[in-house]
């Protein structure tokens, strides 16, 4: 048999494999999202969100009748976007940050990583990002003053090799100006 159809048949039957791993990997990722996000009242954290440059998903783990996280549509809009300069590869990276509340207004008081994602600029981007949420309280108790959030902010590569290379080229242009 020529080695030309040796090959050929050989990226017929590999073919299906690789997209079948592809897709094995989006789903298993799918799958840990889903379970990072549902509600377990057991949990360290008061809040879980999901960060990607594409969707912002906040879940409430516990103390939904005692606090609120005050929807922000257009915040979590911009801190996506602020994320996909940073989707220049696949990474998946969490992080938690406890949340220190005034006991007579329930606004922030301070914030501190408990746990980083390593990324410095990506820990600069979740201080920034809860520095815009406001909390309600139905029964008008400020409780709790001390809680985490967690961070699951998952970057996906979208651009070649080549394009960002020569993004970065461009901007290391800009800086010498």
Known sequence: MPIFMQIFISLLLITPFIY??????????MVQNNAFLKADPFSDELYRVLLLSDRYIV?????????????????????????????KINENREGIITVWLFPDSGELM???PKKMTYIREIDNLLIE???RWKFR???????????DIKYRII???????????KEVRKNLREKKR
């Open 20 to 29: 079948s791993c592809s897709s094995t990997k989006i789903d298993r990722i």
């Open 59 to 87: 879940s409430q783990m516990k103390l939904n009748d005692i606090i609120e996280r005050v929807k922000d549509v257009e915040g979590d809009t911009a801190i996506r976007e602020k994320l996909n300069k940073f989707d």
């Open 110 to 112: 301070k914030l501190r």
């Open 129 to 131: 990002d809860i520095k």
């Open 137 to 147: 309280f139905p029964q008008e108790v400020i409780e709790p003053v001390v809680f």
């Open 155 to 165: 970057l996906q590569k979208k651009q070649s090799d080549e394009e960002i290379m």
